[in-house]
């Protein structure tokens, strides 16, 4: 399986010389299996980058996976090249039970009054599935199987399995919120991303920031390495950085971060912060 992050950053873009290394666009994954088929997660601003570097007229056979609607998780789409190319087909797949359907919620942002294109007007055939937490689907080598998250809408994180390799990305979580066990536990989390070869992990607030951020549907980098170590993830990427964390403040945060997991008695994970264009193979 290989990984590309195509935006790392939360809440909205955040272009400019303190984000160049980690990057400022909004969430955007791509991922391959061995036979080159595309699974592109969320469609946040990184999106129209992944999008220019595919032909303005071959069709593409893609699918979406969206962890919810959140506008920094689907912005980017209306700059989607292969949307315009006829006979592109796109399968959008989302959490059932959001605020609006899946389909809605991707159709508004592009109403006339803040777009020049309607969706319905976008030659690439589209579908939309609405799915459940826990059930299994196949996308070529990929077994994917989306876990429910905890943030302000039904949020999806979503495992990818090839062969032994298991990738998991889990972004708009707020671990704290667990304790609340709504959306189950994070234990049941931590099995759902257990032995992971990597782990995306929303890392959006200090532990101080948190405290005035509490139910925005976050996360801090200590939480993250704790559910890293509970998860036995042999690696742990920070994302959703917070648009106000310049790359150095990312950088001293992190370092404080894993020295407060040291001192609580957490063992050693390998961590790192998600950069925008940064590739991997598992
Ligand atoms: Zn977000
Ligand atoms: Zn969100």
């Given amino acids: 399986m290989r990984i590309k992050f195509w935006g790392t950053r939360g809440t ?36 129209a980058e992944l999008g220019n570097g595919f032909s303005a007229t071959d069709p593409l056979q893609a699918h979406l ?40 919620a991707f159709a508004d942002q592009m109403d006339p009054a803040y777009f020049p294109v309607r969706l319905s007007h976008m030659p690439a ?10 059930e299994t689907f196949e996308v070529g080598g990929l077994r994917i199987t989306p876990h429910l998250l905890m943030h302000p809408i039904p949020t999806f994180g979503y495992r990818i399995d090839e062969g032994s390799s298991r990738f998991c990305f889990a972004t708009d979580n707020e671990i704290a919120m667990f304790a609340n066990q709504e959306n189950g536990t994070l234990k049941d ?3 759902w991303c257990r032995d992971s070869d990597l782990l995306v992990h929303d890392a ?12 925005f549907g976050h996360s801090t980098y200590e939480e993250a390495l ?6 036995g993830a042999k690696e742990l990427a920070f994302f959703h950085h917070d648009p106000v964390h310049s790359d150095t403040d990312i950088d001293a945060l992190i370092e404080e971060a894993l020295g407060n997991h040291r001192q609580s008695g957490g063992g050693d994970v390998h961590a790192f912060p998600a950069a925008e264009e940064q590739e991997l193979a598992l």
């Fill in 12 to 47: 909205r873009p955040t272009p400019g010389r303190k984000t160049l290394r980690y990057g400022g666009n909004t969430t955007c994954v791509e991922v391959r299996d061995k036979e080159n088929n595309l699974i592109v997660i969320d469609s946040g601003s990184g999106i």
């Fill in 65 to 104: 996976l969206i962890t919810h609607t959140h506008l920094d998780h689907i912005q980017g789409f209306p700059f989607f090249l292969p949307a315009f190319v006829p006979g592109t087909h796109l399968t959008i797949v989302g959490p059932a039970g959001s605020a609006k359907s899946l389909q809605a």
């Fill in 125 to 134: 055939e589209m579908e939309f599935i609405e799915r459940n937490p826990g």
């Fill in 189 to 191: 989390m931590a099995n």
């Fill in 204 to 215: 959006q607030y200090s532990t101080e920031e948190y405290k005035t951020h509490a139910g």
């Fill in 226 to 231: 704790s559910l890293a170590e509970q998860a």
